[in-house]
């Protein structure tokens, strides 16, 4: 691997892995709307109304578990929802009422929830509320593609022939690797002071492979000291007999930091990007 040229590795870097599902997972945006759906079309009867204060009122006294959905109109999850305006501070909570029926009339009045009723800006408050959670569930991007480089090593791990729990494993800690394999990481875990996490270890019959993931669509100062931290781990788990790191990380975001990462990546004997990946770097270096 030694005769592996940088720019070229770095240029074959990638600018997303979004899968189709990254999008929205609609899946769970159905399943959020089908569990108040009755509520929502009970306060569908709210729409057009030309008195909705007073028909507000009735059907919060007789249904008083429609409360629970106003939150969401506004597109904010969670039972509590915080208003001040010149006559005071107000914390409502939609799930048990801690003030009056009026006191939450002035709510909907002041939000505009009760206009966009009246004056039929929405047609049906479930269609309306599948909306809101699309978007809501849009936030959840971050989350899905903070894990998509994960998914995708794993899936490679999988090709290359490692079972689950048999032979690879999935976020496991210095403490129980040292623990599972009896083998002293110290020098890696500063003593056994620090809780270091990996994402991935492959176990072979020779050899512990300890594996991080990530990938960086932008750039910023962690890319720095990602790359910085992670050839320092590289360093300290080449003096371990039995143990390797191994890095596998990818995206454009890099080219800013590409400084750091070439310091790695010409110290760092196992660091591979997707390309590697798809190359089927996974069958060469677990033996």
Same mark, same amino acid.
């Given at each position: 691997?030694?005769?592996?040229?940088?720019?070229?590795?770095?240029?074959?870097?990638?600018?997303?892995?979004?899968?189709?599902?990254?999008?929205?997972?609609?899946?769970? @945006?159905?399943?959020?709307?089908?569990?108040?759906?009755?509520?929502?079309?009970?306060?569908?009867?709210?729409?057009?109304?030309?008195?909705?204060?007073?028909?507000?009122?009735?059907?919060?006294?007789?249904?008083?578990?429609?409360?629970?959905?106003?939150?969401?109109?506004?597109?904010?999850?969670?039972?509590?929802?915080?208003?001040?305006?010149?006559?005071?501070?107000?914390?409502?909570?939609?799930?048990?009422?801690?003030?009056?029926?009026?006191?939450?009339?002035?709510?909907?009045?002041?939000?505009?929830?009760?206009?966009?009723?009246?004056?039929?800006?929405?047609?049906?408050?479930?269609?309306?509320?599948?909306?809101?959670?699309?978007?809501?569930?849009?936030?959840?991007?971050?989350?899905?593609?903070?894990?998509?480089?994960?998914?995708?090593?794993?899936?490679?791990?999988?090709?290359?022939?490692?079972?689950?729990? @048999?032979?690879?494993?999935?976020?496991?800690?210095?403490?129980?690797?040292?623990?599972?394999?009896?083998?002293?990481?110290?020098?890696?875990?500063?003593?056994?002071?620090?809780?270091?996490?990996?994402?991935?270890? @492959?176990?072979?019959?020779?050899?512990?492979?300890?594996?991080?993931?990530?990938?960086?669509?932008?750039?910023?100062?962690?890319?720095?000291?990602?790359?910085?931290?992670?050839?320092?781990?590289?360093?300290?788990?080449?003096?371990?007999?039995?143990?390797?790191?191994?890095?596998?990380?990818?995206?454009?975001?890099?080219?800013?930091?590409?400084?750091?990462?070439?310091?790695?990546?010409? @110290?760092?004997?196992?660091?591979?990007?997707?390309?590697?990946?798809?190359?089927?770097?996974?069958?060469?270096?677990?033996?």
């Amino acid at each position: 691997m030694a005769s592996r040229n940088f720019e070229d590795w770095l240029g074959k870097f990638r600018a997303s892995i979004s899968s189709y599902d990254y999008y929205i997972d609609f899946k769970k @945006v159905v399943s959020n709307v089908e569990e108040i759906k009755v509520e929502l079309n009970i306060l569908n009867s709210l729409i057009g109304s030309k008195n909705i204060e007073a028909e507000f009122e009735a059907i919060v006294k007789r249904y008083p578990e429609t409360l629970a959905c106003i939150p969401l109109l506004l597109a904010v999850r969670g039972n509590e929802i915080y208003a001040q305006d010149e006559n005071g501070a107000f914390l409502y909570n939609f799930k048990k009422m801690n003030y009056s029926i009026e006191q939450y009339k002035v709510f909907m009045r002041k939000t505009g929830l009760f206009d966009m009723l009246a004056n039929h800006l929405v047609n049906n408050l479930v269609d309306y509320v599948l909306g809101i959670e699309t978007g809501l569930d849009s936030n959840g991007r971050k989350n899905r593609g903070g894990h998509q480089m994960e998914d995708l090593v794993e899936k490679y791990i999988k090709t290359a022939g490692f079972i689950k729990d @048999v032979n690879y494993f999935k976020e496991m800690y210095l403490v129980d690797i040292e623990k599972k394999w009896g083998i002293n990481l110290s020098a890696i875990s500063n003593k056994g002071k620090a809780a270091k996490r990996f994402d991935y270890v @492959v176990k072979t019959d020779n050899m512990i492979y300890a594996i991080e993931t990530n990938f960086y669509g932008g750039g910023g100062s962690k890319l720095n000291e990602t790359a910085r931290s992670y050839k320092m781990l590289s360093q300290e788990a080449d003096t371990v007999p039995g143990f390797t790191f191994v890095w596998f990380t990818d995206g454009i975001g890099w080219k800013s930091a590409r400084g750091n990462l070439r310091e790695t990546f010409e @110290v760092m004997e196992h660091i591979y990007s997707i390309d590697d990946m798809e190359n089927g770097i996974m069958k060469e270096i677990f033996k």
